[in-house]
């Protein structure tokens, strides 16, 4: 019987009203054969041609089914039943309606068709008008109305459906039993199930799963020792309940008496041990499969990658025959997670067949991994030879042209995005706000941002930190208390963007009114970010002792300070001559940061300009000891879409002698002017 068909344990609200909804056709059946025994003689194809609307209805062709029915000379009340179930079937609920009001004769089938198809599409009052109007109503015209009600959130109304019902059947009770349990009220669900003089597996079931879902495991498994038969699904869901309560090894022991499994409890049990971290017995489990299954092969892999194991899982993707494109697909995932770009490269390279998620993922592990360059010839590549553009390529492209700060390059993929249709998707859009910001052009950065229908809190925080980047401090306020009229909750990197404004733009009382309002009206615990801005606004104007004091917060907060804050703080001190400070700022970060070279020659400056010479020599020699070298420095613009770079000391720049030329000139320039 269909009743015990494959019940989902999840306990949608959807499920118990479809599950008894497609009862309905059963459970009418004698009742349109009492009907049609009285029916006038029919073509000896009409049969044929009913089974054939209804095949056009369930794949959709209703255009077809139209034709079929407007052509047919004969029609009998199965015909007229097959076109208005079809129709609220493919969501035409208005023609259904329309040709429900047309029928020359109707059963009881044909308005428990219109009143569950009106339910589904959410007319509640449309139902009722219909269940009104009846002249005849069987238990299942009851078992919709109550089924429609639950499936719109009204429970209350179901209940007194249900209590008015003159004869009920075990679906009546599932019904009202599932939609309380769906409710939370599991109480009142218990004293509906203790009532019911006849119970099915699906009430047990129903009953067991909520119970589980709740965390009542006890009670749940005194429900379910107390069955008097069990099939497979009951002691699924008990095994999921535990599964889903972090009782992995009750699971286990349950599985372990099965007297049968289905597909279903194994593969419960091997994705309950992925999450569980047993991944070794995920895997072992698996093998033991009768019926493998592929998704949960993926997942296995998945969580192998995730702990780190990429080269174990690669052997084991070599070795047993489970793989496809999603799980080498994962692998080069993996393995640019561990910055293994040549071998994640020489794995994409190898697979026969590419999708589009395959390249997405290589380009996006490319720019990641600092080798964007490589990320866009891939994606010209992916252009020429590959599948179909999704916003994630896009939105990977963009990004990579935001670290490499190719303004030409984002333009042109701009275009591209507007030529396929992407620019209506609120992550190409943001990406796009993101790369215009990062190369210097706030007002295409600005245009895009106006011009989205819809923007979440990544749109408002690229254009707040886009003008916060550019010193454009009161653009990115502004913009801040914009984000705030529109109801846009702020976030960690909102405040981020508004306190480097107020940082850049020298507004002390701002800065502290914003750190100040982000913990206690926004009630975001501030991070290591947050307190450097906060750092590096005082230090800026030489206010170092309140600067210690936010050091002295972020221990009280057990907030390890960072060589990022303490670097700040150096640099504060050593504009405003603060030497003593500063030289325990800079201890602090070589204590983090042996390497760094910046700030062994800070040190090293300040001690001379101190007049402590042998300090200095000091310093100089522990960069020696170190190892550490002063890296040259490095710089780049874009000129009529060629790339320049420029290293300090490097005179092997072919246009060298014109460019010290012109430099010559503008500092003539300049001197001429303030003098």
Known sequence: MFLFARPSFALRPTWIFSLYLRNSCSLTTSTCRLQASHAPPTFPNLKLLNSEISNCMRNGLVEQAQKLFDGMPQRNIVTWNAMIRGYFLNGRCSDGISLFRRMPERDVFSYNTVIGGLMQCGDVDGAKDIFDLMPFRDVVSW?????????????????QLFDGMPLKNVISWNLIIGGLVNCGKLDSAGEYFGKMSRR???????????????????EARGLFNNM???????????????????????A???????????????????NGFVGSQRVDDARKLFMEMPDKCQKTWNNIVLAYIRNGLVLQTHALLEKIPYGNIASWTNLIVGYFGIGEVGMAVEIFESMQYKDTTVWNATIFGLGENDKGEEGLKLFTRMIRLGPCLDKATFTSILTICSDLE?????????????????????AVSNAMINMYARCGN????????SSMSDRDVISWNSMICGFAHHGNGEDALEMFEKMRLANIEPNHITFIGVLSACSHKGLIDKGRYYFNFMKNECSLRPLIEHYTCLVDLFGRFGLIDEALSFLAEMKAEEIEVPPSVWGALLGACRIHKNYDVGVIAGEKVLEKEPHNAGVYLI??????????????????????????????????IEVNNCGYVFLSGDCSNPHFDRICSVVKLVNLEINGILN
């Open 603 to 636: 040190l090293a400056e300040m001690y001379l300009r101190n007049g402590k010479r042998e300090n200095a020599e000091k310093i100089f020699a522990r960069m020696k000891n170190n190892g550490v070298k002063k890296q040259p420095g490095c710089s780049w």
């Open 442 to 449: 706030m007002d295409c950065a600005f245009m895009e941002f």
């Open 143 to 159: 078992n919709s109305m109550i089924a429609g009600c639950i499936r719109n959130g009204l429970l209350e109304e179901a209940i």
């Open 228 to 250: 008097p038969t069990k099939d497979a699904r009951v002691w699924n869901a008990m095994m999921v309940g535990y599964i889903e309560n972090g009782k992995i090894e009750m």
């Open 252 to 270: 286990e022991e349950l599985f372990g008496i099965m007297p049968e499994r289905n597909f279903g409890s194994w593969n419960k049990l091997v």
């Open 200 to 218: 099915d597996l699906v009430s047990w079931t129903i009953m067991i799963s909520g119970l589980c879902r709740a965390g009542r495991l006890d």
């Open 406 to 426: 190719t303004l030409q390059l984002g333009r042109q993929t701009h275009a591209l995005i507007l030529k396929e249709g992407f620019n209506g998707f609120v």
